[in-house]
DNA sequence: TGTTGGCACTCATATCGAAAGAGTGCTAAC
DNA sequence: GTTAGCACTCTTTCGATATGAGTGCCAACA
């Protein structure tokens, strides 16, 4: 549909955006991309360009702007490239794998590192976490009726949360319990499980039934209710960016941040099964418009997480793309021990 | 040594400056505050006031701003009078009753409240755990010689965290090193039985006592290192202020909010034993002078909650103060159960 | 002695017009 | 199909000017 000219304006307007942050004009183009063809030649085409959707004018005397489908094209080719990571890559990896605290810390950590590397926000996800393995549950009694659930998921992942149960077991009883369901569950997960437990657990529970089943409904909710975990860092540092220097669009991405559910759909739901996914713009929805989503599943955590990047459209796609990938690549070994 | 008259006009440009965010001019409080005296005699005493250090002139043909030294007299006389509450703290109230998925989610909720509440960053912080009774130790092998760590507080606050030991244990005997601590500790603040745990756990367990000494050793580290745990909330609403449209002022409080450590030692270090503490501007640090914080313990959590606002110089600290005390007495219910 | 009205002065802000500059669209020639 | 040339548009910048808020000070007044 492109001739091959209209493509390399294409790109090189992109290009030069992203570099520069001021709109492209052909004169530009012409002299730093095509040197083959004069300004007037560039203007003919970007014209035509303009009128199938890939450039906009902020006013007429202005050069181009590109439009998502700009972007989308430009993603989409270099994509195909291969990326050389940044030199500094090396030792991130090496302060990541020095953490040793635990997967909260770790994912913490990558995340304020995407976005100190990338002048984005990082975002670290850990996804379907009702297919991880379950590996430990407790119960311990807070006084009354409420119980605290404690769910260590394989690798070394903390649920937990208070439950109400209709009447008060003794601390005894919810070791009991907790052993039952272990004895079910543990080395599972608990999508392959749920329903066995229900079934076979409450055997010989006859007098508390009721309340280890609501035990067992609140486990289920917990379970469900934070199936994905989610870490954001660097929020800062898209404050440095000419993009967000406009108040008013920066507040969208921040209230956006402490939305912490539906941050963790978007992060879920554009993400793809294997290597990085680019979504641009409206592509993702009409708030996030002047934004772009930057997702790759990492090796870590038996491929469950997520590391992504959310930044302005005009973000360095190419480096954050390097940079995710090789972060990503490297996370298996840290999250493991 | 301030007359009668002066301290009514420092408070009133406080007040005036307060309400409109405009430089604060003879005339205005001539005509709003002091309807006896003229401007001319107004001026008089601003230019002694000047003098004393209670305002500034942003320029010459401008009107005055308070000092910090002009605020914290503000601070200090509104402190005296009681406050009346804002109708919505009922809601409030009630909502945060209703939350029941544990402490985290209590003070997670509460601090976004505030923060959507005061148009400030709200804060809230759990200080001084070591004094908190422990309830439940546990120990989980994630493979290898890495351990999670699972202290259960008192109330239900769950800490986390890997530990290496020197050599490897079997879950059981980590149960068994469980059993023990718990047997000293369950029921007793850290910062109580600490020593008693180095001293007498260790019986029996010769063969392994170096191991399980490093996880004493660990598990105190975790347990000083996470003496308190901060909740952050409501960054986006100080945006809507007028004071923070400055790009420049913002950022320098959102890297604050994303260093937690650095946060929690100052909500530690500004909050006072009883009642509301408010720290002005430069009172604070170099860094802070932009900004206030106002910060009270609350009746939660055997009076280790401490709940705050981070907002400009210029907040409403009238209402700010009445919305955290209200909100601070009501917290005991939600957290105990 | 403290208070007040008057007035000159300062300085930020708003407004206007002119000039500059970037970039386009179109046309005519190659 | 490509290019040079040129008129045109629109933003941005700059300086000059006017406006207005607010001060500081002085002289008069109670």
């Known amino acids: 549909m492109l001739t091959e000219r209209q493509l390399e304006i294409v790109l090189s307007v992109v290009y030069e955006y992203i570099q520069t942050g001021e709109p492209a004009g052909s004169r530009t183009i012409s002299k730093k991309y095509l040197r083959g063809s004069s300004p007037a030649t560039i203007r003919n085409e970007m014209a ?4 199938m959707g890939y450039f906009y004018q902020p006013h007429t005397s202005a050069g181009r702007l590109p439009t998502s ?12 490239r291969r990326r050389s990571a940044p030199a500094e890559t090396e030792k991130w990896k090496k302060e990541i794998r020095e ?16 976005g100190k590397a990338t002048n984005c926000v990082g975002v670290a996800a850990l996804s379907a976490l009702e297919e991880v393995q379950i590996q430990r549950v407790n119960f311990v009694r807070l006084g009354g009726s409420t119980v605290l659930v404690l769910i260590v998921l394989e690798g070394g992942l903390v649920h937990h949360a208070n439950i109400q149960l209709p009447c008060e077991l003794s ?7 907790a052993r039952k369901i272990s004895a079910v569950a543990c080395g599972h997960p608990w999508g392959q499980v749920r329903d066995a437990l229900f079934t076979y657990v409450l055997d010989g529970l006859e007098r508390v ?22 870490f954001v860092g660097g929020a800062q540092h898209i404050l440095n960016l000419p993009d967000f220097q406009d ?17 963790a759909d978007m992060v879920e739901r554009y993400s793809i099964k294997q290597g990085v996914s680019v979504t641009i713009g409206e592509e993702i929805s009409e708030e996030m418009k002047e934004c772009s989503l930057v997702l790759v599943p990492a090796s870590g955590y038996g491929r469950r997480t997520i ?7 005009r973000m360095d796609y190419e480096k954050s793309i390097s940079i995710l990938e090789t ?3 490297d996370l298996d070994d840290s999250l493991v021990n």
């Open 171 to 177: 601390q005894d009883m919810l070791d009991e319990l």
């Open 69 to 80: 489908t700009a972007y989308r094209l430009y993603v989409d080719s270099i994509m195909q």
């Open 247 to 263: 108040i008013g669009k920066f507040q969208t991405v921040l209230s956006l941040l402490e939305q912490e559910q539906a941050l």
């Open 48 to 51: 035509d360009l303009e009128e």
């Open 209 to 230: 039934w009721d309340t280890c089943r609501e035990a067992l409904v609140q486990m289920d909710a917990i379970l469900n209710r934070r199936s994905s975990r989610l």
């Open 307 to 313: 590391l992504g990047l959310i930044g302005p459209l």
């Open 327 to 329: 972060i990503a690549e």
């Open 99 to 114: 953490r040793r605290q635990g997967v909260d810390s770790i994912l913490g950590y990558v995340s304020q590192l995407l």
